[in-house]
């Protein structure tokens, strides 16, 4: 674009910032914010945030606040980017001092801050969190913040709390979302409630991930029930075998057609 003669605008930045997280490549970020501050689009607060949301999660949290501090104007995506830098690498301390001095917050700033208590396993913290979350009138638990809090009731063994959440999951449609299905399965598997483990295994189905047979497996042989456990296990194992045989085999028919069209080119039939 450059090359011909085309200038970036601050719309550019936000897409580039962007594809460089998806490449981990902090010299390539380092490249892009000079050219962004060369452009003049700082004061720009989408590209600004996006700028600060590319360090954070390039785990570069020095460069990702000294933006954050920088900016002259911040709004709510621009302090939630920041929290979640600082849960992401589980400095949690920092991301409540953040939590704490937001001027406004939505269920994105909570939700950031509960998942990093789940995922730093300070679950008692996760769940008066959202406990706190569950009292305001205008703020609703989504899909995210029901996967993140959901860990917290299974290692409590808050088994009524963590049914209460999912009656609203349920409800709002957000069993439909694997992590969601995957975090109540883990729930009832730990808090020693296999057979209701087993209907929400069998309600995921074909959806499934080796986190809902792991966490079906482990709650049967945790729950002293090995034999089926090491059943599961070997259907896991047949199915994960056929799987395979079936990817391999749909490989090798691509390539087959591929060869086939190569092969039948005029131009190749020259040679």
């Given at each position: 674009?450059?090359?011909?003669g085309y200038p970036?605008?601050?719309?550019?930045?936000?897409?580039?910032?962007?594809?460089?997280?998806?490449?981990?490549?902090?010299?390539?970020?380092?490249?892009?914010?000079?050219?962004?501050?060369?452009?003049?689009?700082?004061?720009?607060?989408?590209?600004?945030?996006?700028?600060?949301?590319?360090?954070?999660?390039?785990?570069?949290?020095?460069?990702?606040?000294?933006?954050?501090?920088?900016?002259?104007?911040?709004?709510?995506?621009?302090?939630?980017?920041?929290?979640?830098?600082?849960?992401?690498?589980?400095?949690?301390?920092?991301?409540?001092?953040?939590?704490?001095?937001m001027p406004c917050?939505?269920?994105?700033?909570?939700?950031?801050?509960?998942?990093?208590?789940?995922?730093?396993?300070?679950?008692e913290k996760a769940?008066?969190?959202?406990?706190?979350?569950?009292?305001?009138?205008?703020?609703?638990?989504?899909?995210?913040?029901?996967?993140?809090?959901?860990?917290?009731?299974?290692?409590?063994?808050?088994?009524?709390?963590?049914?209460?959440?999912?009656?609203?999951?349920?409800?709002?449609?957000?069993?439909?979302?694997?992590?969601?299905?995957?975090?109540?399965?883990?729930?009832?598997?730990?808090?020693?409630?296999?057979?209701?483990?087993?209907?929400?295994?069998?309600?995921?189905?074909?959806?499934?991930?080796?986190?809902?047979?792991?966490?079906?497996?482990?709650?049967?042989?945790?729950?002293?029930?090995?034999?089926?456990?090491?059943?599961?296990?070997?259907?896991?194992?047949?199915?994960?075998?056929?799987?395979?045989?079936?990817?391999?085999?749909?490989?090798?028919?691509?390539?087959?057609?591929?060869?086939?069209?190569?092969?039948?080119?005029?131009?190749?039939?020259?040679?």
């Amino acid at each position: 674009m450059r090359l011909h003669g085309y200038p970036p605008n601050q719309h550019t930045f936000n897409f580039l910032f962007s594809a460089c997280t998806s490449l981990c490549s902090l010299p390539l970020a380092q490249f892009l914010h000079t050219h962004f501050v060369k452009s003049g689009f700082q004061p720009d607060l989408f590209a600004a945030t996006a700028l600060l949301d590319m360090y954070a999660k390039l785990g570069t949290l020095e460069f990702a606040r000294k933006v954050f501090d920088e900016m002259g104007k911040r709004e709510i995506p621009s302090w939630n980017a920041m929290i979640a830098g600082y849960t992401r690498v589980g400095d949690m301390e920092e991301a409540l001092e953040l939590f704490k001095l937001m001027p406004c917050r939505n269920v994105v700033s909570w939700t950031a801050v509960i998942s990093g208590y789940s995922r730093s396993k300070q679950y008692e913290k996760a769940m008066g969190l959202f406990l706190r979350m569950e009292r305001l009138k205008d703020i609703r638990p989504n899909e995210v913040t029901v996967a993140s809090i959901l860990p917290a009731c299974a290692n409590l063994g808050a088994l009524e709390i963590g049914q209460r959440i999912e009656e609203y999951a349920r409800k709002n449609g957000f069993f439909k979302n694997l992590y969601v299905g995957n975090a109540v399965l883990e729930m009832y598997a730990k808090c020693g409630n296999i057979d209701v483990a087993w209907r929400v295994f069998e309600e995921i189905g074909t959806l499934g991930n080796v986190c809902s047979w792991n966490s079906m497996i482990m709650g049967l042989a945790v729950h002293g029930q090995c034999s089926k456990a090491l059943e599961l296990y070997d259907q896991m194992m047949v199915i994960r075998t056929a799987l395979a045989l079936f990817l391999i085999f749909f490989a090798d028919a691509i390539i087959y057609q591929f060869l086939e069209v190569i092969l039948n080119c005029p131009s190749f039939k020259q040679y």
